[in-house]
């Protein structure tokens, strides 16, 4: 473990995060969802770096983080209905992917050849703090390697990328825990779920009304929907109300003989801050996990992609 990597973050470790950030090198930042590798989203080959970093596939685009909508607007271009969500839910764990301004000087690589720039507020004070003293918009992923469990601590992205990190703030455990929701825009405008992340459909729906799902058969909208992700490397079983040897439960709600608990009051807000963090846990002591069913409502829907996403057979 690279221990030294990890800073308590205060406003000395900020002001060199912001510098390290600024020389091209990559800054692993806490947000109120998970911990994300950023970079100067404007430096190319900064960006370039994360993808080396996760050994990202290039066709898989990035969320560029900014202060507020003002700053967004100078990238990309909202629509109406882009413009009641973000008002709604900046800052917080919502991403819109709108139109790329043509004379944004974010790098192209951010966009990995779409017409598009995913753009997200986020609501974390640390976050927020390195983007200002930054000065320039973030580049950032998930801080891990491409398709593994995403950080929820500053010790799981020591754990998944080491030295190729600069820089690692320490802000504790996030506390959403699942990836911002990702919501995109249909070529009549209509809203796209593209992700189920930390803003439940039902708020969202509030704002636009019924969110449409992207046409499945055509070109890959969200290449962040490619099905095996989030993967440990035990074997999960979903659904299920008893174990088999061999076999951890991971349970939710009140349910007996679970090794760990999402949530023993069943609450779903506490599940999804619980869920990255529990199934690396259980990936160290078993070679299959067992899942206790999650209602589909609310940050369900997102703990439950988490989960199929795990499940699904590897590449
Ligand atoms: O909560 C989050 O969203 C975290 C924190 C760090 O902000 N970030 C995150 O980034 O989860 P990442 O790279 O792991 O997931 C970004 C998702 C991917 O599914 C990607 O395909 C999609 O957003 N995405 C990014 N830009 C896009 C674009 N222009 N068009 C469509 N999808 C896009
Ligand atoms: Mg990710």
Request: with cysteine; hydrophobic share 45%.
């Amino acid at each position: 473990m690279v221990q030294d990597l990890i800073c308590e973050a205060d406003a000395a470790t900020i002001a060199r995060g912001a510098e390290l950030l600024g020389e091209g090198q990559l800054v692993a930042f806490p947000t109120e969802t998970v911990y994300g590798l950023g970079a100067d989203a404007t430096n190319g080959a900064a960006v370039a770096a994360i993808f080396a970093a996760k050994d990202r596939p290039r066709i898989n685009p990035l969320i560029v983080h900014i202060r507020d909508k003002a700053e967004a607007e100078t990238h990309v271009i909202f629509s109406e209905a882009a413009s009641r969500l973000a008002e709604a839910f900046w800052p917080g764990p919502l991403t819109l992917v709108l139109p790329r301004r043509t004379h944004t000087p974010l790098s192209l690589l951010v966009s990995a050849g779409l017409e598009t720039v995913a753009v997200r507020a986020p609501s974390h004070p640390l976050a927020r703090a390195l983007i200002a003293a930054a000065g320039f918009p973030l580049a950032a992923p998930s801080a891990n390697p491409s398709g593994s469990v995403s950080p929820t601590t500053a010790r799981h992205v020591a754990e998944g990328l080491g030295r190729r990190v600069a820089m690692i703030l320490d802000g504790g455990a996030t506390p959403v825990g699942v990836e911002s929701t990702v919501i995109g825009f249909s070529s009549q405008g209509s809203a796209l779920m593209l992700r189920p992340g930390g803003v439940p459909r039902e708020a969202i729906e509030k704002i636009v009304g019924p969110l449409a799902v992207p046409a499945s058969g055509g070109p890959v909208t969200s290449p962040g929907q490619l099905s095996s992700h989030y993967a440990p490397r035990a074997r999960l079983r979903l659904n299920a109300t008893e174990t088999v040897p061999g076999e951890v439960l991971l349970g939710f709600g009140s349910i007996e003989n679970a090794a760990l608990n999402l949530s023993r009051k069943g609450d779903l807000s506490e599940a999804a801050a619980n869920l990255f963090a529990m199934l690396r846990a259980l990936d160290t002591e078993a070679a299959a996990i067992a899942v206790s069913p999650i209602p589909e409502h609310g940050l369900g829907e997102a703990i439950n992609d988490r989960l199929q996403r795990a499940a699904a057979p590897r590449p």
